[in-house]
C-alpha cells in the first residue's frame, strides 16, 4: 500500500495535520464519521453536516463534546456557523455502504463553497473529495472545477489532485487555500 498516494481521505487528513490554526473544523459531509472524528481530534471545535437523520443519530452515540450536529443541507450553514472556519472538508457523493441514490449536488454544494470561502480564516484550507464514478459525481466535479478555476488568484490558490493511472473514474482531491 502507498504512503501517501492511497486515498483522498488520507491525503486531505495528511494536509490538515499541516494545518496553522486548529480552532474551528468543518466537515460539510458527516456520512459514516470517520473525517468528524479525526476533526474532532485536532480542532477545538468541529460542525457536521448531514442530511440523513440516520447519520446524525449514529455519530451522537459518540458523545464527543466538541462537535456541533447539524441535520441539514451544507448549503444552509450561513443559518449555523457564524465564526470564522480554520478548515473545511467536504466527501461528496453519496454514503458508502448506505442509499446511492442519496448523493450531494452541486447547487447545494457550491452554495456550501460560497459560504465556506466566506468564513475561511487566513491561511485557512478547504479539501473537497470528489468522486466521479457516479453520474451526478462526475457533474459535481465538472461544474465544480469550472467554479474553482475562476477564484481570484490573488484571494485563493487552487490545486487539483488526481490519479493518472487508475481506471474507472477514480476519486480527486481539490484543496483550496485562503490567502
Not at 450536529?69 to 480554520?86: C, F, G
Amino acid at each position: 500500500m502507498f504512503k501517501y498516494v492511497n486515498d483522498v481521505s488520507n491525503i486531505a487528513h495528511n494536509i490538515i495535520k499541516n494545518t496553522i490554526s486548529r480552532n474551528t473544523a468543518l466537515d460539510a459531509t458527516l456520512g459514516n464519521g470517520f473525517d468528524t472524528d479525526f476533526l474532532s481530534a485536532l480542532f477545538k471545535r468541529v460542525y457536521s453536516f448531514d442530511i440523513q437523520k440516520h447519520c446524525i443519530e449514529n455519530y451522537k452515540q459518540k458523545h464527543i463534546d466538541n462537535v456541533t450536529l447539524i441535520n441539514d443541507s451544507h448549503a444552509n450553514m450561513d443559518i449555523y456557523i457564524k465564526e470564522p472556519i480554520d478548515f473545511a472538508m467536504f466527501n461528496l457523493g453519496f454514503l458508502p455502504g448506505g442509499d446511492k441514490s442519496i448523493t450531494t449536488n452541486y447547487e447545494s454544494t457550491v452554495k456550501a463553497l460560497e459560504s465556506t470561502l466566506k468564513l475561511l480564516t487566513c491561511n485557512g484550507i478547504v479539501t473537497i473529495a470528489l468522486y466521479p464514478g457516479h453520474e451526478a459525481g462526475k457533474i459535481e466535479r465538472d461544474r465544480l472545477l469550472r467554479y474553482a478555476a475562476f477564484l481570484p488568484k490573488q484571494v485563493y490558490g487552487v490545486l487539483h489532485h488526481s490519479f493518472i493511472n487508475r481506471e474507472n473514474n477514480p476519486p480527486e482531491l481539490r484543496v483550496i487555500e485562503k490567502k
